[in-house]
């Protein structure tokens, strides 16, 4: 049976604040306190988020009629709006701001900044640019694939590393050989783009600025199975990379091969951003925001993987509701994260950093 531990002089020196010593038998575990906290407070509004995002409509519909919906006991049209319509793309939504949130924990923890996104590594524009590039020539409008997302998020991530001259080595080269690709493999997709017709380049643009419309459980299935597969790896990443504040010689004196880390939560990271981008599109400023956000809930010494999921996850769904009734005409989720991520991007770049006095 697991108890909590009763710490002696040593160890109360040792053991983070936030945290509670959990033994059974010769094992134990730092409980986190306070990221426990965060999440438990983060679980109740993402789950009033998502009710208030299935009734958002600029029709107006009510609670009662949102509930008739689901329950199946209102009238056919009703019943196909909620169940059919709104319900598969809230859920969506979710899971693609898990994702990046996720992903954008990582790619900070690796780089050890904060404005070190998926986007500014590359990643998402490759994804972005698979996408785009597989309806070259197509008059449907209609975007491609969106399991092209992870490919294109795998092949930039390969082609950074190899700038980079390797996923294990220090952070800052791989974030400045990812803002390299980034733009290269960006103005490819937007060559691509310029050259197609009306139908298709109004079409691809909706995606391309980050969009649910339309996303149904034909690919929310699978994103689902991939992110019941890809979370707990990140979570036992996430673990890890809290040695990531130590120097590498102290954390490799603790048993950590920090080069197979580093590159195993990388990969993880591309994988899961690619899957995002994918599926909504090159959403903006979820990644970058989502981190900072929990860890200023989850607090200062560890790495809120899970914290990271559920903001992201929340600011997804806030801002895909928001676009539904802030407008006559819907805005793509996209655009709403774009506007309220400006002012966000300025707040990170001007407050100074309490410990280190940097922005």
Same mark, same amino acid.
Do not use: Y
């Given at each position: ?22 033994? %059974?038998? %010769? ?93 500014? /590594? =590359? ?42 001259? =390797? ?10 050989? =990812? ?25 691809? $643009?909706?995606?391309?600025? =980050? ?34 504040? $130590? ?37 903006? $400023?979820?990644? /970058? ?27 997804? %769904? ?12 819907? /805005? ?7 506007? /309220?991520?400006?002012? $966000? ?15």
């Amino acid at each position: 049976m697991t108890t909590p531990a009763a710490p002696g002089p040593a160890a109360e020196g040792v053991t983070p604040p936030d945290s509670l010593v959990l033994r %059974t038998g %010769t094992l134990s575990w730092l409980f986190p306190r306070r990221g426990a906290l965060a999440a438990a407070l983060l679980a109740p509004l993402l789950l009033l988020l998502i009710a208030l995002a299935v009734m958002a409509s600029s029709t107006g519909m009510g609670l009662s009629q949102t509930l008739s919906g689901l329950l199946g006991t209102g009238d056919a049209g009703t019943v196909m709006v909620v169940r059919e319509f709104r319900l598969p793309r809230v859920c969506v939504g979710v899971m693609v701001g898990a994702a990046l949130g996720t992903a954008g924990c990582l790619t900070q923890t690796l780089a050890g900044n904060r404005l070190a996104t998926p986007d500014l /590594l =590359g990643v998402g524009e490759g994804a972005t640019a698979a996408v785009v590039a597989s309806v070259a020539g197509s008059s449907t409008g209609m975007i491609g694939h969106w399991w092209l997302g992870p490919v294109g998020a795998v092949a930039a991530a390969v082609l950074v590393v190899l700038c980079a001259g =390797g996923a294990g080595g220090a952070g800052h080269r791989v974030l400045v050989a =990812g803002i390299g690709v980034s733009t290269v493999v960006g103005a490819a997709g937007d060559l691509v783009m310029s050259r197609q017709n009306d139908n298709t380049a109004g079409g691809v $643009f909706l995606w391309a600025v =980050g969009s649910l419309n339309g996303r149904d459980w034909a690919v929310g299935t699978p994103l689902l199975i991939a992110l019941l597969f890809l979370l707990p790896l990140t979570l036992a990443a996430g673990h890890r990379l809290q040695l990531l504040r $130590f120097d590498d010689d102290t954390a490799a004196g603790l048993g950590v091969d920090l080069r197979r880390l580093r590159a195993a939560a990388f990969a993880l990271a591309v994988v899961l951003a690619g899957l995002a981008v994918g599926v909504g599109g090159p959403v903006a $400023f979820v990644a /970058l925001a989502a981190p900072i956000l929990a860890a200023r809930l989850a607090g200062p010494t560890r790495v809120p993987v899970l914290g990271s999921a559920l903001t992201g996850a929340a600011l997804i %769904t806030a801002a895909d509701a928001l676009g539904r009734v802030a407008a006559p005409v819907e /805005l793509p989720v996209g655009v709403v994260t774009s506007v /309220l991520g400006g002012p $966000f991007l300025l707040w990170v770049l001007f407050r100074a950093d309490r410990t280190t006095g940097k922005a």
